[in-house]
């Protein structure tokens, strides 16, 4: 099932993924010797993302440590997939990483001038469509940091509604020392720290610690890497224990508001809240606390 929230130009993009998947996947004659079949390992280590879902969290794991966690074309296709299959019915989503990197932005080998304005039009698009996916996902998306996270991995990273962070994460939109300045990673970079902060980050290339972060907005915790497993899936059962449409209605609005005017967003947050208590669980939550007992959510 795909999210119902996904606009129309962001569903185009999964009929990409699915006729792209479909060219890779045509039959072929047998071999006269085929090969073993791959192990499990070899198949996990093979796949640049690693899926499951558990208790109503779905974890994302960005699987191509060697090539630092690149969000390649194909690495955002995935991504994109996986945010957009609700067939789990999950009520958050976590994005980690293996490896010291959790993800160095894009690979810029796909951005040399012998692929083509349109190839490289097709891929900051994609990319675009990625961020919003996740900015539009009906459950809030956590991204759990460990390490590095660069330009476009940021710009992900920046998108997400939560973020913990260890206290040996750092983030940078480094571009300009490549000579391609991060403007589209800057875009929910300002948006979520002040913005001469996000100036001298962009200007200068500059790493922050996950101190800074957490100071400027960029985070919403820092633990000690032991912890961070820890303080991250304590987070998500946090969520899970609220009601996954009254949590939906709030991020719609809570994203939304940020681009309103104050008097604009107290009258469509007015609008909201009278739909919310029309809710089924808006009203059982109500009831549950009047009559001091836990709500059981539809």
């Not at 047998?30 to 499951?52: F, W």
């Not at 913990?164 to 300045?181: E, H, I, K, M, Q």
């Not at 922050?208 to 987070?235: C, M, N, W, Y």
């Not at 549950?288 to 007992?293: D, G, I, Q, S, Y």
Request: aromatic content about 4%.
């Amino acid at each position: 099932m795909r999210s119902k929230f996904l606009p129309v130009f962001q569903q185009s993009l999964l009929l990409r993924l699915e006729s792209t998947q479909a060219a890779h996947h045509k039959p072929t004659a047998p071999s006269p010797s085929p090969s073993p079949s791959p192990s499990p390992q070899q198949q996990s280590e093979e796949r640049i993302c690693l899926t499951s879902t558990e208790n109503g969290i779905k974890r994302i794991i960005l699987n191509n440590s060697k090539k630092r966690n690149a969000l390649s074309y194909a690495m955002m296709l995935e991504l994109f997939k996986e945010i957009a299959d609700m067939r789990d019915r999950p009520r958050v989503i976590v994005i980690s990483a293996h490896g010291p990197v959790f993800s160095s932005g894009h690979d810029l080998r796909e951005l040399k001038k012998e692929h083509g304005s349109r190839r490289h039009e097709e891929i900051f698009r994609t990319c675009t469509e990625l961020m919003c996916a996740v900015e539009n996902c009906e459950v809030p998306v956590i991204a759990q940091v460990n390490g590095l996270a660069a330009a476009a991995g940021c710009q992900l990273v920046a998108s997400c509604d939560l973020v913990v962070a260890s206290s040996n994460s750092t983030f940078s939109v480094p571009g300009v020392y490549n000579g391609l300045f991060c403007s589209t990673p800057g875009i929910p970079l300002v948006r979520a720290v002040p913005l001469k902060i996000a100036a001298k980050l962009l200007y200068t290339g500059e790493p922050i610690t996950a101190a800074e972060a957490l100071q400027h907005g960029l985070v919403s915790s820092v633990v000690e890497e032991a912890e961070l497993e820890k303080e991250t899936i304590r987070l998500a059962h946090r969520i899970c224990q609220m009601s996954p449409a009254v949590i939906a209605v709030g991020k719609k609005f809570l994203r939304a508001q940020v681009e309103m005017d104050r008097k604009l967003a107290y009258q469509e947050g007015e609008r909201v809240m009278v739909s919310n208590l029309a809710l089924s669980d808006g009203q059982e939550g109500i009831a549950a606390f009047l009559e001091k007992r836990k709500a059981k959510w539809s």
